[in-house]
Nanobody
Framework: QVQLVESGGGLVQAGDSLRLSCAAS????????VAWFRQAPGKEREFVAY????????LDADSVKGRFTISRDNAKNTVYLQMNSLKPEDTAVYYC?????????????????WGQGTQVTVSS
């Protein structure tokens, strides 16, 4: 059974940092690309960042460039999202998702597996 479990969310103030973790089990993690998405109340799920399975190539949404960094540790079956200089507009539930198929990196429909999400709230 495949599981993705996010952790590390919380309530912080604007300008603070958080590191989210996504721990995977039940799959050959090193062969999956992994992304972070987020969803704020009343809004569609939004792509945040992606790290590929091979060379670890990365892609970030424009809204988080220079502030968020995605990384992966295949030995620990874990992907991280380091979030710095947080803003109130970053408030959302953050989800990690994994895929072993090709397709648009920023499209949720191309991901096979999803975690349950972790809440990030940034106060002003």
């Amino acid at each position: 059974q495949v599981q993705l479990v996010e952790s590390g969310g919380g309530l912080v103030q604007a300008g603070d940092s958080l590191r989210l973790s996504c721990a995977a089990s039940g799959l050959t993690f090193s062969t999956y690309g992994v992304a972070w998405f987020r969803q704020a109340p009343g809004k569609e799920r939004e792509f945040v960042a992606y790290v590929s399975w091979g060379r670890g190539g990365k892609l970030d949404a424009d809204s988080v460039k220079g502030r968020f960094t995605i990384s992966r540790d295949n030995a620990k079956n874990t992907v991280y999202l380091q979030m710095n200089s947080l803003k109130p507009e970053d408030t959302a539930v953050y989800y990690c998702a994994a895929r072993n198929v090709a397709g648009s990196t920023s499209s949720p429909q191309t991901y096979n597996f999803w975690g349950q999400g972790t809440q990030v709230t940034v106060s002003s």
